[in-house]
């Protein structure tokens, strides 16, 4: 067995970060307070919220925006391609799921096809910026604004980037950030919630005092978990985790029956003290993100979805475009033998989950450009983790294809 395995995605979490989460949670009652100061200035949103993951945050904002919409208004307009979480969270709302294909070379809707929707139906639009590469928020903006429905900015993937000088998850009517493990901001699991709309805080104001608060226990047991991956996710240790199959680790499933909390006092901690390091952490990204997208691009095999030389994306993960299924089962492969995890992200498109049927808006199953990227895209790592060495050695893996 190879005892050196590079995480497919991961921010580090230091020691002292976290014996200052320990000692900061104890020490006052107002940790709330310090990690919305710096989510407000660092965003310019009024209004933030904690919440116990992202998807819990989609699914609090789409039920404000519908307390607060016409009734005729039940569908949410999702990419074909996208985390399976995100229609978990539409269906959550108890709305309806209406696909729009993707174009592959950016993750971003096809527009044409979303200019097809009968807007009048529709509350709601939500861009997913995977792998921190932005959709082209003006022109959903103005899409949006004809079919006068509200817009999601799904920060998940895209916490630290920035669109035209404005951040990532400010573009829409609200948005959301996601702080699981692969995330730019990680306190293992959590998400924050940012909007100016002073209509949707106050609905969101009420929901969210309504939702649970983490007990003492959960929050050990949250610690706990903190402390292993910040040990775990070194490339010296990650295949002990990797290794073990009931953690599931990179597995993509759909569920809708998530529990929904606030996010505990110590994440909230957690996130206003690894808050400091994240930029740091993203410029470490987009360097080897540069290096790497420049290298692979050099063997003439592969595409890298948004990719721009002159302004590289602050890509979480490296989206690589394989020519085909069977090279890109290759790649994955021969890296994994050099000690690199590439990842297949979603295992089909939102249409293709099972079960989800019941809750699309139409019967449509021709989404040609998401199913591109269940193909043939795969993932390398971005983080602070990789060394020279496996630059090389990805380079030479994928060369092997
Ligand atoms: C694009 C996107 N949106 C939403 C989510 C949901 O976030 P969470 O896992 O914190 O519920 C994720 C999770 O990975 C995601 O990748």
């Given at each position: 067995?190879?005892?050196?395995?590079?995480a497919?995605?991961g921010?580090?979490?230091?020691?002292?970060?976290l014996?200052?989460t320990?000692?900061?949670r104890?020490?006052?009652?107002?940790h709330?307070?310090?990690?919305?100061?710096?989510?407000?200035?660092?965003t310019?949103?009024?209004h933030?919220?904690f919440?116990n993951?992202g998807?819990?945050?989609?699914?609090?904002?789409?039920?404000?925006?519908r307390?607060?919409?016409?009734?005729?208004?039940?569908?949410?307009?999702?990419?074909?391609?996208?985390?399976y979480?995100?229609?978990?969270?539409?269906?959550?709302?108890?709305?309806k799921?209406?696909?729009v294909?993707?174009d592959p070379?950016?993750?971003?809707?096809?527009?044409e096809d979303?200019?097809?929707?009968?807007?009048?139906?529709?509350?709601a639009?939500?861009?997913?910026?995977l792998f921190?590469?932005l959709?082209d928020?003006?022109?959903l903006?103005?899409i949006a604004?004809?079919?006068?429905?509200?817009?999601v900015?799904?920060?998940?993937?895209?916490?630290?980037?920035?669109?035209?000088g404005?951040?990532?998850?400010?573009?829409?009517?609200?948005?959301?950030y996601?702080?699981?493990?692969?995330?730019?901001l990680?306190?293992y699991?959590?998400?924050?919630?940012v909007?100016?709309n002073?209509?949707i805080?106050?609905q969101?104001?009420?929901?969210?005092?309504n939702l649970?608060?983490?007990?003492l226990?959960?929050?050990?047991?949250?610690?706990?978990k903190?402390?292993?991956?910040?040990m775990?996710i070194?490339?010296?240790?990650?295949?002990?985790?990797?290794?073990?199959?009931f953690?599931?680790?990179?597995?993509?499933?759909?569920?809708d029956?998530f529990?929904?909390?606030?996010?505990?006092?110590?994440?909230?901690?957690?996130?206003?003290?690894i808050f400091?390091?994240?930029?740091y952490?993203?410029?470490l990204?987009a360097?080897?993100a540069?290096?790497?997208a420049?290298?692979?691009?050099?063997l003439?095999k592969?595409?890298?979805?948004?990719?721009?030389?002159?302004?590289?994306?602050?890509?979480?993960?490296?989206?690589v475009?394989a020519?085909?299924r069977?090279?890109?089962e290759?790649?994955?492969?021969e890296l994994?033998?050099?000690?690199i995890?590439?990842?297949?992200?979603y295992?089909s498109?939102?249409?293709?989950?099972?079960?989800?049927?019941p809750?699309?808006?139409?019967?449509?199953?021709?989404f040609?450009?998401?199913?591109?990227?269940?193909?043939?895209?795969?993932?390398?790592?971005?983080?602070?983790y990789l060394?020279?060495?496996d630059?090389?050695?990805?380079?030479a893996g994928?060369r092997?294809?």
């Amino acid at each position: 067995m190879n005892h050196y395995l590079v995480a497919p995605a991961g921010t580090p979490i230091v020691f002292g970060e976290l014996v200052k989460t320990l000692y900061d949670r104890f020490k006052s009652e107002s940790h709330a307070i310090s990690l919305s100061k710096k989510i407000q200035s660092f965003t310019g949103s009024r209004h933030c919220y904690f919440l116990n993951s992202g998807r819990t945050a989609q699914t609090v904002l789409l039920s404000a925006m519908r307390s607060i919409a016409d009734d005729n208004r039940k569908e949410v307009i999702l990419p074909a391609y996208t985390c399976y979480s995100v229609a978990a969270a539409t269906v959550r709302a108890g709305l309806k799921i209406r696909l729009v294909d993707v174009d592959p070379a950016n993750f971003d809707f096809d527009f044409e096809d979303l200019g097809n929707v009968d807007g009048g139906r529709v509350l709601a639009a939500l861009g997913c910026n995977l792998f921190g590469v932005l959709n082209d928020w003006d022109r959903l903006n103005e899409i949006a604004q004809l079919g006068q429905y509200f817009l999601v900015d799904d920060g998940a993937q895209s916490f630290g980037a920035s669109y035209k000088g404005r951040a990532s998850g400010t573009l829409g009517t609200a948005g959301f950030y996601s702080l699981g493990r692969g995330k730019a901001l990680t306190t293992y699991n959590g998400g924050i919630l940012v909007t100016n709309n002073k209509e949707i805080a106050s609905q969101l104001d009420e929901i969210v005092s309504n939702l649970p608060a983490a007990g003492l226990l959960q929050e050990s047991v949250v610690y706990v978990k903190m402390m292993m991956y910040s040990m775990f996710i070194r490339p010296s240790l990650y295949w002990i985790p990797a290794s073990l199959p009931f953690l599931g680790l990179g597995e993509t499933l759909y569920e809708d029956d998530f529990g929904m909390s606030r996010l505990s006092s110590v994440q909230t901690v957690a996130g206003s003290v690894i808050f400091e390091s994240i930029l740091y952490f993203h410029t470490l990204r987009a360097e080897n993100a540069m290096e790497l997208a420049s290298e692979v691009l050099d063997l003439g095999k592969f595409e890298i979805p948004g990719w721009d030389a002159k302004n590289c994306p602050p890509y979480l993960r490296l989206p690589v475009l394989a020519p085909d299924r069977d090279s890109r089962e290759r790649a994955i492969e021969e890296l994994r033998s050099v000690g690199i995890v590439a990842t297949r992200m979603y295992p089909s498109t939102v249409r293709d989950i099972p079960g989800i049927e019941p809750h699309l808006a139409s019967n449509r199953s021709d989404f040609p450009g998401a199913r591109q990227l269940v193909d043939r895209l795969f993932t390398l790592p971005t983080h602070p983790y990789l060394t020279e060495q496996d630059f090389d050695n990805i380079v030479a893996g994928l060369r092997r294809i």
